[in-house]
């Protein structure tokens, strides 16, 4: 990677907005998992696995305004890493979700990110991502209108930032 720039930025257009709506994880130790992911001009156009073929990826609708992802970008004299850190919020408590839950607190992922205009980001597929910590929430019980849920954090580090898997990653081919 060389240290000088070729381009500019210009300013974007208005109509961006922040927020993330929904996440795909897939296992991070299946064969399926993504091993290399291509990209030309910033964004995602083919993935490779150990398989041959890509994995099933499981939706998480989020709840509007609550959960967040954000990257640090982290220097020092070695080089340059991408603190990757994501937060869910998920209201709603079922037997079946606890055990989802429990399941997604113990696994390895690669997770993608849905933003609210309906782009989607990839988190380190490298070294994967953990959940590293969360909270079930109860908030203290007192009025009916008080969210019962969970939040769970995960964190990721890698050697470059979240890649950009466009707005329909199903239609990025298999190599």
């Not at 696995?49 to 640090?72: M, P, R």
């Not at 390895?108 to 609210?116: A, G, K, S, T």
Request: glycine share 10%.
């Amino acid at each position: 990677m060389s240290c000088s720039i070729a381009t500019g930025k210009s300013i974007l257009c208005q109509n961006d907005v922040g927020g993330i709506d929904k996440i795909l994880l897939m296992s991070g130790i299946d064969a399926d998992r993504l091993s290399s992911v291509t990209v030309a001009t910033g964004v995602a156009t083919a993935v490779a696995t150990a398989s041959g073929t890509v994995g099933t990826w499981f939706d998480i609708d989020l709840d509007k305004y609550q959960s967040n992802f954000n990257q640090t970008i982290v220097t020092s004299d070695s080089g340059v890493a991408y603190q990757q850190d994501l937060e869910i919020v998920c209201r709603g408590v079922q037997a079946t979700t606890i055990d989802l839950f429990e399941d997604i607190v113990a696994g390895i992922w690669q997770i993608m990110i849905r933003d609210n205009n309906g782009v989607y980001y990839l988190m380190d597929f490298k070294k994967m991502v953990r959940c590293t910590g969360g909270s079930f929430i109860h908030n203290g019980d007192k009025a009916l209108s008080d969210p019962i849920g969970f939040t769970l954090t995960f964190s990721g580090m890698g050697l470059q930032p979240a890649i950009n898997m466009t707005t329909d990653p199903t239609s990025i081919t298999a190599s």
